[in-house]
């Protein structure tokens, strides 16, 4: 499948790792030629250089031949006027067009048919979706769905205080009496497809299927059931800070922003009146001790600097702020956040990128393929969700006389509206969909590539 993608920023960067890692022929487009060569020095990929709206950029690109344009670059109205461009040159090809910018996207989602735009996607918007089901459910840093929403991988990060620390996984249902499964531990760095003998220890973090029932079930078991979130402060007026307070509002949580220019305070205070708008600098340690940051449930530092929200998460760690979720919109520091206590982390550039990731997918619809791909564990691990159908082998076998590929786990079977958690004397039957876990050294293109035979 061919692939152009307008822009070489954070996320046309992160689009072209993911998509020519899965063998897509990718184009990357962008006026800036020195972005170009670092990139197709990294990456299998063909580039041009120009402006993805023209009529000529787009036809040299070979748009007449192309299945999917992704416009990601750094201007919204370049972007829906190169989808625009993309649509009248090729009746057939399927338009994502990246927006930012609120009013756009309000009326853009008004006009989606008439514009044939696919898919839009507004970073800001889906960074305040994900962090707001992590202060709905905070006891957890990440959750992700799967099998329709029937099931659930959920990280917990184990303190020196849990009652499952120094615990065997072959006593860990014994303990929790909960029907979960721990699929995956990462470990100072290090990912482990647990066994049996494997020994939880402070600071792992876990990565447990369940329903959302037995996840809760478990966290009642194991005493880490926190105070619901009433009340959220907000570190830096952006975008994503408009959108969460108004998903919030929703759900009857308080929001307080604090922003350090006022002329957003004042255009906040008139786009969020049951917000409170705070003029002040949230880096300053000062700052948030005058608004007695310790009394809230949760804090979320959102400013537009990795470093400044570091800080301030880390501030508010040391304050005892029970859950602190912490915007980074760089990559490449993985390892001094993992050092770091900076509580959920989330980016706006791989959570934009892998919808794009799962839509391509999707759209692809190759037999036996994976439905959806999430990552989990920084990256570490893919859990792919399949459907079991004639194509694949061994149905009705049980898994214990299988012979799955090192590295591999079966994680979870949803069946009609019954999900499982497999064992030995389980089995592979059509219609299932079932998720796979693999770590970063193996390769699952279809259902099949989990046997070794």
């Known amino acids: 499948m061919k ?102 996207v309000s009326g853009l989602l008004q006009l989606q048919d008439h514009f044939h735009l696919s898919l839009i996607i507004n970073p800001e918007s889906e960074a305040a979706i994900e962090i707001a089901g992590l202060l709905k459910l905070p006891e957890f840093t990440k959750v992700e769905h799967f099998s329709k929403s029937r099931a659930e991988i959920a990280e917990l990060k184990i303190e020196d205080n849990s009652r499952i620390k120094n615990i065997k996984l072959s006593d860990f249902h014994k303990r929790v009496q909960a029907q979960v499964l721990i699929s995956a531990i990462l470990r100072n760095g290090n990912i482990i497809l647990p066994d049996g003998d494997t020994i939880i220890q402070e600071n792992d973090r876990l990565y447990i299927t369940g329903t959302n029932e037995e996840l809760h079930t478990l966290l009642n078991n194991i005493g880490v059931i926190k105070k619901s979130v009433k009340h959220v402060v907000i570190a830096g007026g952006s975008r994503i800070a408009y959108y969460l307070a108004q998903n919030l509002d929703q759900s ?90 900076l509580g959920s982390i989330v980016s706006p550039k791989d959570l934009v990128s892998m919808h794009i990731v799962r839509y391509v997918r999707a759209i692809e619809n190759k037999e036996g393929a994976a439905l959806t791909i999430h990552r989990i564990a920084d990256g570490r691990v893919d859990a792919s969700e399949f459907l079991v159908d004639d194509s694949t082998k061994h149905l009705g076998t049980q898994l214990k006389d299988l012979h799955i590929r090192d590295n591999i786990l079966i994680n979870s079977i949803a069946r009609g509206n019954r999900f499982e ?9 059509k219609g299932d969909i079932i998720v796979i876990l693999s770590d970063d050294t193996t390769t699952i293109h279809q259902i099949n590539d989990i046997f070794e035979d």
Do not use: W
Not at 305 to 311: A, L, S
């Open 252 to 341: 009857n949580i308080k929001s307080t922003i604090i922003e350090q220019n006022e002329a957003n305070c004042r255009l906040l205070a008139g786009l969020l009146p049951h917000s409170t708008i705070i003029h002040g600098d949230a880096s300053d340690h000062s700052v948030l001790d005058s608004e007695d940051i310790e009394d809230y449930d949760a804090f979320v530092s959102l400013t537009g600097m990795d470093e400044v929200n570091m800080i301030a998460s880390i501030y508010a760690k040391q304050k005892n702020i029970p859950t602190v979720i912490t915007k980074l919109g760089r990559g490449g520091i993985q390892e001094l956040t993992n050092m770091l206590d």
């Open 3 to 104: 692939i152009i993608i307008a822009g070489a920023g954070k996320v046309g960067k992160t689009l072209t790792k993911e998509l020519s890692a899965d063998g897509y022929d990718i184009t990357l487009i962008d006026r800036n030629s020195d972005i170009l060569e670092t990139v197709s020095n990294k990456y299998d990929v063909i580039t041009y250089e120009g402006n993805a709206a023209t009529v000529n950029a787009l036809s040299e690109a070979s748009i007449a031949d192309t299945d999917v344009f992704i416009a990601a670059t750094s201007a919204d109205e370049v972007n829906v006027l190169a989808c625009m461009t993309a649509r009248a040159l090729n009746p057939n090809v399927h338009v994502i067009a990246r927006v930012r910018t609120p009013e756009y």
């Open 421 to 429: 958690i497999p064992n030995g004397d389980s089995t592979i039957e």
